[in-house]
């Protein structure tokens, strides 16, 4: 699974994750956040959150390869897999209390964070693997 965004996309994916949880904090403290608008607010949050984790993962690297590429669909499979045994054991767990809510909409977001940490991390551990082999050659 090739990257589809220019490389910068990843960094700016991190700066509009930042603005994504501090903003609407800020915004409350100025007491711009009411009854009225708490619903818009949380689901623009919500949405510059999934935009900025998908701009994360789907960006491209300086040094794209086959290799890259294969990381990142197995990063996404193990995402996969930590998202599924996470979803169930809240259900689980709202089955026990009798509260469902407790499996809440935001599965989504979070299995793509989990995306990109195990992203993030494959691709650390391939450079690294990269580095160690030049140096031993």
Same mark, same amino acid.
């Given at each position: 699974?090739?990257? /589809? +965004?220019?490389?910068?996309?990843?960094? @700016?994916?991190?700066?509009?994750? #930042?603005?994504?949880? +501090?903003?609407? $904090?800020?915004? &409350?403290?100025?007491?711009?956040? !009411?009854?009225?608008?708490?619903?818009?607010?949380?689901?623009?949050?919500?949405?510059?959150?999934?935009?900025?984790? +998908?701009?994360?993962?789907?960006?491209?690297?300086?040094?794209? *390869?086959?290799?890259? @590429? *294969?990381?990142?669909?197995? *990063?996404?499979? &193990?995402?996969?897999? /930590?998202?599924?045994?996470?979803?169930?054991?809240?259900? @689980?767990?709202?089955?026990?209390?009798?509260?469902? *809510?407790?499996?809440?909409?935001?599965?989504?977001?979070?299995?793509?964070?989990?995306?990109?940490?195990? $992203?993030? +991390?494959? #691709?650390?551990?391939?450079?690294?693997?990269? $580095?160690?082999?030049?140096?031993? !050659?």
């Amino acid at each position: 699974m090739k990257g /589809i +965004f220019p490389p910068p996309c990843r960094w @700016a994916g991190y700066g509009l994750l #930042l603005l994504s949880v +501090f903003v609407p $904090m800020l915004m &409350y403290m100025f007491g711009m956040v !009411d009854d009225g608008n708490l619903l818009y607010v949380k689901l623009g949050m919500k949405s510059a959150v999934w935009i900025a984790l +998908f701009m994360i993962f789907l960006a491209r690297t300086k040094d794209e *390869s086959e290799t890259i @590429a *294969s990381i990142r669909a197995r *990063s996404m499979k &193990y995402a996969l897999y /930590i998202w599924g045994v996470c979803y169930l054991v809240l259900l @689980a767990l709202a089955a026990a209390e009798q509260d469902i *809510s407790r499996a809440d909409n935001s599965i989504g977001i979070v299995y793509m964070v989990t995306n990109v940490l195990c $992203m993030e +991390f494959l #691709l650390q551990k391939y450079r690294m693997e990269k $580095m160690f082999r030049r140096k031993r !050659d």
